[in-house]
């Protein structure tokens, strides 16, 4: 039995845009072979969910989430193709999961494209700084850089960000699969989150703890 690595469902996962789980299956069942796993998709109507891209998603939800009696509120657009899709529980449970993941998380963008070119490299100098009172050798400083930059965008980025209810999955996976199982284009469009007193000087809350008790976690 071939190893199926993380590097491999990744592969498979860009090309067929099915979900995570379903690309480690598909290579588990095809002992690794990529040609095999990606027909074996398509045969299982799981490899859609990349052809969808190029649809309008014009549909879909604004939700309002209110949390710990009015401290956090989000507003969040997510799109779809039919009004249909738009009014079945799954598509509303996704939106709901997501509400709840921006007023536990906090993502400051909705994806990487999304952070200021200034802010970017202001992350890039103060992590440079930090490598150089590592004493990092100079080579391998913007290796590092880099590297933690990747990290910077999981901590910021909606769409980076591990799910609150399910660490192994991005948000961006999350939405992907819920694409293929669904079977029309997703989109998160955008999204605000409020915090009570957000700027004035307080006290420190753990709303992240607090949101994932209301969910169960």
Do not use: W
């Not at 590592?134 to 591990?162: D, H, N, S």
């Not at 079977?183 to 992240?208: C, H, M, N, P, S």
Request: proline share 2%; with cysteine.
């Amino acid at each position: 039995m071939a190893e199926i690595t993380a590097v491999l469902v990744k592969e498979l996962r860009e090309r067929t845009g099915a979900g995570m789980m379903d690309c480690k299956k598909a290579l588990t069942e095809c002992n690794g072979e990529m040609e095999k796993a990606a027909d074996f998709l398509r045969e299982k109507g799981l490899a859609a969910a990349a052809k969808k891209a190029g649809r309008i998603a014009a549909e879909g939800i604004v939700e309002a989430y209110i949390h710990g009696g009015g401290r956090i509120g989000v507003l969040l657009e997510v799109n779809c193709e039919t009004d249909f899709v738009a009014r079945g529980e799954e598509f509303k449970l996704l939106v709901k999961d997501v509400a709840m993941h921006i007023a536990a998380a906090n993502p400051q963008y909705l994806n990487k494209e999304d952070v200021p070119a200034e802010v970017l490299q202001h992350e890039r100098d103060i992590l440079k700084a930090q490598a150089l009172n590592e004493g990092k050798p100079e080579k391998i400083i913007e290796k590092m850089v880099e590297g933690r930059i990747e990290k910077f965008y999981k901590e910021v980025c909606l769409m980076e960000q591990a799910f609150v209810k399910d660490p192994d999955k991005s948000i961006s996976d999350l939405v992907l699969d819920k694409t293929a199982k669904i079977g029309e284009k997703i989109v998160i469009r955008r999204f605000t989150r409020y915090e009570l007193g957000a700027g004035i000087e307080k006290r420190q809350e753990d709303f992240a703890s607090e949101v994932m008790k209301e969910i169960g976690r």
